[in-house]
């Protein structure tokens, strides 16, 4: 009895779908990328969280909302609290140490695989204003999104 | 704990940011509020006290060398008016406890309450230019979210407004930021204040000036860039508007009085003529809104202008004594604002009406009510031992002492109107007969919500009795705007 028009206006998107699938993945990587990259080139937990935010608003677009939050269960308000703590925490730190507020440690460690790398405490802050442009961003577009 | 001049900017920053993560949980967001603003305010206790006893405080963030790093910069002024904004969201908040309804309190109110401290300490203690509009941006935001929440038709006509006009502040303001730079290579307000005097070009400096006033003129609603401020103001509900009222428009002003007494040579330059006459336009255009309006919220509204004008007016002087009573006059208006617009949101919610022919007679049915108000209007005005009497006299002698009448005279003129204004509220709000049965949804709730209006007024009260003491703190205060170098030093040591 179910007489519902099959919705005609639904426009044949298997192109952008099967596409994006593939192009998450790399704008994703590139993304971490750019995150890592940010302390001495171009760079950096903004940039780097936007393009994150880019890539799952890509997935947005070619999919649904329902669908992005049975993949990805984030609670975007919680990351961006969670963001904001872990940057706060880390500009705190040096308060213990008495050094000025945001002072950063670093030093050089002798990682597997990647050899002699430096490892600051600047980049624990980066992470911090990643999770919090992902979240905002993601807010905002679901926010506006979810109100037809 | 070279770190004191930041805890003020970053304990409400960590409570808020916790706050995020359980906001349905009401209660936790409440005590936790409370509490961090509490802890806040001993800070900024202990930062005036250590200020008064060691002079001024400067940290360096992220321990670059002075020039090169944003600096914080804890004088007296600043720590003062830390002290005073941080006092009043927490009987702000208290007062919001009692006033606003679950629903709406879960909403990220107090997140966006404590972020909005977060932005207006970080403004009074930066000492550098760039970070000051990191501040503002910081407080805007915050005042965006909640000059909307509620969602009123009126609000989000109201707020648009608000939101364009500070839009475009802020990018005057970015911009001026910029001009600056490229003129003189620095933006640390104590290496701005050096170097300033070097640029080859002095009228490059004066349109940069002029530039800055427009930016801090449209958010301390100077005449003739007030317009947005009367709408705006009245559709926020109470709590929000004593918030607005008391800070916001104040940082505003604090922002001329650091910049002009630091970086532009006030004193018989065009500037000085054209603060003056800023400052004379908004006390005028206050006094006439004053006493226009018959709705409660728009005469405190344009009690504000008034108030800028006074205190701008003693800015624009520039002398010690004139500073001081501005400065004086700044804590007192404050503090006295934020209980006026307190209690007239309890009129409101009492009657269910701004109007005041819809009032009359509260005080025979709630007597505590009707004289609070009476004594925070006679504060207002400026009534011998009350709050507002020495910022006056010392604003008045200080232009007197610089030759100038007219603006004394238009000072004194404008505390009859400020009186006049307020008695209008008391005789028709609070004295007379009961025009009809109220009520209004605060009627359970009023000794409650007194709690925190009484405590604020009494220290407003004590400010004023104890005028003495506190002298030699706004003293201090003030030194370092007659006299630059000290704060040059203070930042640039070594």
Not at chain 1, 13 to 31: G, P, Y
Not at chain 2, 171 to 189: C, I, K, N, P
Not at chain 2, 243 to 270: E, H, Q
Not at chain 2, 407 to 424: A, N, R, T, Y
Request: proline share 4%; hydrophobic share 55%; with cysteine.
């Amino acid at each position: 009895m179910d007489m519902k028009p099959k919705s005609n206006k639904r426009v044949n998107d298997v192109i952008l779908q099967t596409a994006a699938v593939i192009i998450f993945f790399i704008i994703i990587v590139f993304s971490i990328h750019l995150f890592f990259s940010g302390h001495y080139s171009p760079g950096g937990g903004f940039i780097g969280g936007l393009m994150t935010a880019a890539a799952l608003v890509l997935l947005l677009l070619a999919f649904d909302s329902k669908t992005l939050a049975n993949v990805l269960p984030f609670d975007y308000r919680r990351m961006t609290a969670l963001g904001a703590l872990i940057a706060v925490l880390t500009a705190m730190h040096s308060i213990f140490f008495d050094l000025p507020f945001f002072t950063h440690a670093y030093d050089k460690f002798n990682l597997p695989l990647l050899g002699e790398e430096t490892l600051h405490t600047a980049i624990a802050f980066d992470l911090g204003v990643y999770f919090v442009v992902i979240g905002v961003t993601m807010t905002i577009i679901q926010t506006i999104g979810e109100s037809e | 704990m070279i770190n004191l001049p930041v805890f003020p900017i970053v304990i409400p920053a960590l409570a808020a940011i916790i706050m995020m993560f359980l906001p349905k949980n009401v209660r936790l967001q409440r005590g936790l509020a409370l509490g961090s603003i509490f802890v806040t305010l001993l800070v900024s206790l202990f930062l005036v006290h250590t200020v008064s006893q060691e002079g001024i405080l400067t940290l360096n963030l992220g321990n670059w060398p002075a020039p090169f790093s944003i600096t914080l910069v804890s004088d007296m002024l600043s720590a003062l008016l830390v002290t005073t904004s941080t006092l009043l969201t927490f009987f702000i908040i208290w007062f919001a406890v009692h006033y606003f309804s679950t629903a709406y309190e879960e909403n990220y109110l107090y997140v966006a309450m404590m972020f909005l401290l977060v932005g207006v300490n970080g403004a009074f203690t930066t000492g550098d230019i760039f970070n000051l509009f990191v501040f503002f941006e910081v407080f805007l935001i915050s005042s965006y979210v909640l000059i909307v929440l509620g969602g009123k038709g009126v609000q989000l006509r109201e707020s648009i407004k608000y939101l364009l006009v500070n839009v475009l502040a802020s990018a005057l303001f970015v911009m001026a930021v910029a001009y600056l730079y490229g003129a003189v290579g620095t933006l640390s307000l104590a290496d701005l204040a050096q170097k300033i005097p070097l640029v080859d070009n002095p009228n490059v400096i004066s349109v940069i000036g002029v530039l800055f006033i427009i930016v801090f003129g449209l958010k301390g609603a100077l005449v003739p860039l007030h317009y947005w401020l009367p709408g705006s103001y009245v559709v926020a509900p109470t709590p929000i508007l004593a918030l607005f009222g008391a800070l916001l428009t104040k940082v505003g002003v604090y922002s001329i009085l650091r910049t002009y007494t630091l970086l532009f040579d006030v004193n018989g330059t065009f500037l000085q003529t054209f603060l003056i006459v800023l400052a004379v336009l908004t006390i005028i255009t206050g006094m006439v809104g004053a006493i226009a309006y018959n709705d409660v919220k728009l005469i405190i509204i344009y009690n504000i202008m008034i108030a800028v004008g006074v205190i701008l007016y003693g800015i624009a002087i520039n002398t010690q004594t004139s500073l001081e009573g501005a400065l004086y006059y700044l804590i007192h208006d404050m503090m006295i604002k934020a209980v006026l617009f307190m209690l007239v949101g309890m009129m409101i919610g009492i009657t269910r009406s701004g109007q005041l022919r819809e009032m009359g007679g509260l005080i025979t049915r709630f007597p505590l009510f009707g004289w609070t108000f009476f004594i925070a209007a006679l504060s207002l005005a400026g009534i011998p031992p009350l709050s507002g009497f020495f910022g006056k006299l010392l604003i008045v002698q200080g232009g007197v002492g610089e030759g100038d009448l007219f603006g004394p005279i238009l000072v004194l003129i404008s505390s009859l109107f400020v009186l006049f204004s307020v008695i209008k509220i008391f005789l028709n709000g609070f004295w007379g007969e009961e025009r009809r049965q109220y009520d209004g949804p605060l009627i359970p709730f009023t000794n409650r919500l007194l709690v925190p209006v009484c405590l604020l007024l009494a220290v407003a009260v004590a400010y004023g009795f104890g005028a003495e003491l506190m002298h030699p703190y706004i003293t201090q205060a003030i030194e370092p705007l007659t006299q630059p170098e000290l704060y040059i030093d203070a930042v640039l040591k070594e």
